[in-house]
């Protein structure tokens, strides 16, 4: 009989220890950056700006490096690329995604070049073709070595009428301010 109350003691102590444990590890610290399109034109194909988030795990290693790009309205044929510098790199890393299709890897670069061996296969991607579109790059912090801060560049290539048009963040072959995993 006297055990029953001290299994409950017990699972009590054990869930409340449970739950202070989780609350002290909290969740991956993370700096958010938005950049702005310094040449925005207010047109419907036109990228307005992105958002870059280098989240690290809770104890440091982990963590993913997230760009969203608000890039408006989204065809079918555009695409939309991704440039990432890292200290200490000798390359720098590059991703492409199409909406609506499958994307490759995420290959080491020399400069704003597009080709070069894959770094990581295993990354996440989101891009649809429709109005007011936001593009999703998620790539694991360990593709890029575990960097303690990034920077980023991207490109929306909007193909249409036999044409296209290009438009960089923050601009054409450029990298942002740094942006810390925090």
Known sequence: MDSVPGLLRAATVTAGAACVLATLSGPAQAETRRFHDPN???TINDTQGITVRLTKGPHGPGGRAVVKVRAGNVLLTDYFDLWIDVPGATKNFH????????????RKVTGFERTGPAA??????????????????????RCLGDPGKARVATRSTYVYNQGRERDWVPAARTFTPWVRAT
Not at 97 to 106: A, D, H, L
Not at 123 to 135: F, N, P, Y
């Open 40 to 42: 925005e034109s207010g």
């Open 95 to 106: 991703a492409r995604i199409r909406p609506q299709t499958e994307y490759g890897p995420v």
């Open 120 to 141: 990581c296969r295993r990354w996440e991607a989101r891009a649809v073709s429709s109005r007011h579109t936001v593009v999703l790059f998620s790539i694991p912090r």
